[in-house]
């Protein structure tokens, strides 16, 4: 199991930038695939970046592409999530999340055993 702590969110203006960390504790974070999802209010939690344990292959959702950066730093078991010239529709609950073991980057939630409680990133207009 992983254990997943979140922390560096919090109110920005719409342009600005935030960076996220989720340190993990664990035996299996260095062999894990990790995630970040976020949920909006009123909307149901989505995918937003992943990066593979092994490659360092990440994954993006599209509306991130070119605006967010994930990612890790082993020997410090966490993983990070840069984020630049965010938008008021960043707004949300991000999460990290674990998926351990894992041969591919997954973006499916069912794929992620261990998840943090999550921390607010506000982007006002």
């Known amino acids: 199991q992983v254990q997943l702590v979140e922390s560096g969110g919090g109110l920005v203006q719409a342009g600005g930038s935030l960076r996220l960390s989720c340190a993990a504790s664990g035996r299996t974070f260095s062999t894990s695939n990790m995630g970040w999802f976020r949920q909006a209010p009123g909307k149901e939690r989505e995918f937003v970046a992943a990066?593979?344990?092994?490659?360092?292959?990440?994954l993006y959702t599209d509306s991130v592409k070119g605006r967010f950066t994930i990612s890790r730093d082993n020997a410090k078991n966490t993983v990070y999530l840069q984020m630049n010239s965010l938008k008021p529709e960043d707004t949300a609950v991000y999460y990290c999340a674990a998926d351990r073991g894992a041969l591919v980057v997954r973006t499916a939630q069912l794929a992620y055993e261990d998840w943090g409680q999550g921390t607010q990133v506000t982007v006002s207009s």
């Open positions: 990066i593979a344990w092994s490659s360092g292959r990440t």
